[in-house]
């Protein structure tokens, strides 16, 4: 079970005061494209975990590639000069990083994804990895976003920028149960002594998705 509920928070007289609820604020959304997304109130919990380091995790989640909405895919294609740079020597041909099935996705913008390209990485956690996923453990999509001046994740898909974070089956950011996350050989989060906030431990991806005064605010009142 989770350790803490947020709800007693949004029942005081101050907050009430501030006309926030908690209908409210879950109905705060972030917009990516033309797709509203709002939060699960999974995330105002507090869990013993915290986020893995990439010398140690060495990319691990990498290993079964992303969904990328046909949207982000045409946005990797026109700036595929600047990727190939940085992208393992094998796979430069842009041809070759997506799949070319697609699939209905409701909550990504144009409602279509397709997937990325999955190969072999014998030295990779689980024989592996997605095909934007360099020898250094990087992704190169990330580090030609830095390159060309832009957000660290300008260029990744959505799903990539929220793992592990999840949708519900309503659209809404959420997150696994804490037990299912740490018994993973391969999770994102570990286990730690204290209760750290969701709302915290997932702040960078938040402030990005949904921006920095929305963030403030849901911190607040947390």
Known sequence: MYNSSPLNAWKSEENHAAGLTISGLMGMYVKIGAVK?????????????????????????????????????????????????????????????????????????????????????????????CVFLRGDHKCALQVASENAGYHPWHFKPFYCILHPLDLDEEGRITLDRAAELLKEAGSCLRACETNIPLLKTFEPELRYLRGDEEYERLRSYS
């Open 37 to 129: 997304l709002t939060l699960n109130p999974r995330l105002f919990w507090s869990e013993p975990m915290q986020r893995c380091q990439l010398a140690e995790c060495r990319a691990a989640c990498c290993l079964y590639g992303v969904w990328i909405s046909l949207v982000e895919w045409d946005t990797i294609l026109e700036n595929a000069d600047q990727i190939q740079k940085f992208m393992p020597a094998e796979w430069l041909d842009s041809s070759f990083w997506c799949e070319t099935e697609e699939e209905n996705d409701p909550f990504v913008a144009g409602g279509r994804v397709r997937h990325s390209r999955v190969v072999n990485a014998p030295d990779h956690y689980g024989g592996t990895a």
